[in-house]
């Protein structure tokens, strides 16, 4: 089966720790995801390994109602997370520092298409690749407008 695995990433002119208490914390993600509808984290708060979350997202016309678990924390740097019900997804979310007041933002997802997603996973590819970009620069507007 091919998967579908996108990458994608910007410059944010925050420090990294002010990204990372954005994009570590599931709380947030209806503020700069898009097509989230809902989103909770049991722990709440900063996630760690083992937090798990259930997400309700519209997508390509229809509501996903996905539960994950994140897999590894590099704290301050870079998260992986799965799910495992739902869509059948993972990914990665970096923050790298370039100065002081300045950072990375990495979005990495890949998706196993299943059943009637298989025939469409050209749109569907294109969609999640247009939403990335589209998640990343409401992250960037989120952080830069963020006072210290």
């Known amino acids: 089966m091919k998967t579908i695995d996108l990458t994608a990433e910007t410059v944010i002119d925050k420090p990294a720790h ?13 503020t700069w995801r898009t097509g989230v509808l809902a989103m909770t984290a049991e722990p709440a708060g ?10 309700e997202l ?22 992986t997370w799965r799910t495992h019900s739902g869509a059948d997804a993972q990914g990665a979310r970096t923050v790298r520092s370039l100065t002081p007041d ?3 933002a990495r979005l ?3 998706v ?4 009637f997603q298989r025939p469409i996973r050209p749109l569907l590819a294109y969609l999640l690749r247009r939403n990335l970009f589209r998640d990343l620069a409401a992250l960037r507007e989120l952080a830069e407008s963020r006072q210290p």
């Open 108 to 110: 990495e997802l890949l």
């Open 46 to 55: 900063i996630s760690t390994p083992g937090t798990r979350s259930a997400e």
């Open 58 to 79: 519209r997508f390509a016309g229809r509501t996903w109602h996905n539960l994950g678990e994140v897999l590894t924390v590099d704290p301050g740097v870079r998260m």
């Open 18 to 30: 002010t990204v990372w208490e954005l994009v570590a914390d599931y709380a947030n993600d209806p």
């Open 102 to 104: 300045r950072c990375l």
């Open 112 to 115: 196993r298409p299943h059943g």
